[in-house]
């Protein structure tokens, strides 16, 4: 699967991904991420991308422009054209569901928004899904385009090592996972659950479906609600 983000700071969203479970992906070819900079586009010898809002008010708003110069240039290297996102704080809020549905696609363009936004007419023609992380606001689209990357890859084929572990974790089923231990036996006078080291795979799984329920109960009971739905 192949991410373009567009952003005024590639190296931001290049580092943070080059590491770890993503970097190891990129290295082998399950994903590639193309940073792509959006003042590269500017058509001024200033590298300027942004102005003043019409209207008035406070901040910068970023041009229609370059953001769609920088979109045609993504365009010539795709077979079709690719879904577009926007992240915004006005957007549908980002789950585990949207994760599974993005990593389907072969392409996706990540748009990255700064200062008090991008205007309007830019959106209107490229953009076909508008994402938030949260109920929050951020200073920029670089770490929810990271957040999404990374929730993404993990549905992409072969990116981890083992893919259960994508099936069995947390928000598959509406569940959250279980309480996961490892050595030692004993920390701090506590002690792992005594199933979990019987070698019983029917109880620990019993053991394991129990858990989750009760977590979920305790800590998301919104989410048990949906299974009801
Ligand atoms: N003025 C905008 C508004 O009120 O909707 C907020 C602009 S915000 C300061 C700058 C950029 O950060 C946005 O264009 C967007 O790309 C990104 N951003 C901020 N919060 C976000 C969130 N919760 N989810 C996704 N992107 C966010």
Redo the contacts with the bound molecule.
């Keep these: 699967m192949n991410f373009y983000i567009l952003t005024l700071f590639p190296e931001m969203v290049e580092n943070g991904l080059n590491t770890s479970i993503t970097g190891r992906a990129i290295a082998n070819g399950h994903i590639s991420v193309k940073a792509i900079n959006i003042r590269d586009f500017s058509g001024n010898k200033h590298g300027k991308v942004d102005d003043y809002p019409y209207g008035g008010g406070a901040?910068m708003v970023m041009q229609a422009a370059p953001i769609y110069d920088a979109y045609q240039h993504i365009l010539a290297s795709t077979d079709k054209k690719p879904r577009v996102v926007?992240?915004?704080?006005?957007?549908k809020v980002f789950n585990q569901d949207m994760a599974k549905d993005f990593a389907t696609e072969e392409d996706l363009v990540l748009?990255?928004?700064?200062?008090?936004?991008?205007d309007e007419r830019v959106l209107e023609l490229i953009v076909t899904d508008y994402?938030?992380?949260?109920?929050?606001?951020?200073?920029?689209?670089e770490l929810?385009a990271m957040v999404m990357v990374d929730a993404i890859s993990r549905m992409v084929p072969g990116v981890l090592s083992n893919e259960d572990s994508a099936a069995t974790e947390s928000f598959s089923d509406n569940l959250l996972e279980y309480p996961q231990y490892t050595r030692p036996d004993e920390f701090m006078g506590m002690k792992v659950p005594e199933v979990l080291l019987s070698g019983h795979h029917a109880n620990i799984e019993k053991w394991r479906k129990e858990q989750s329920h009760a977590r979920t109960l305790e800590r998301r009971p919104d989410l048990l609600k949906k299974n009801k739905d």
Excluded at 86 to 91: A, D, E, K, S, V
């Design positions: 901040g926007y992240l915004t704080p006005q957007g748009l990255c928004g700064h200062y008090e936004g991008i994402v938030s992380i949260g109920d929050y606001v951020l200073t920029g689209g929810p």
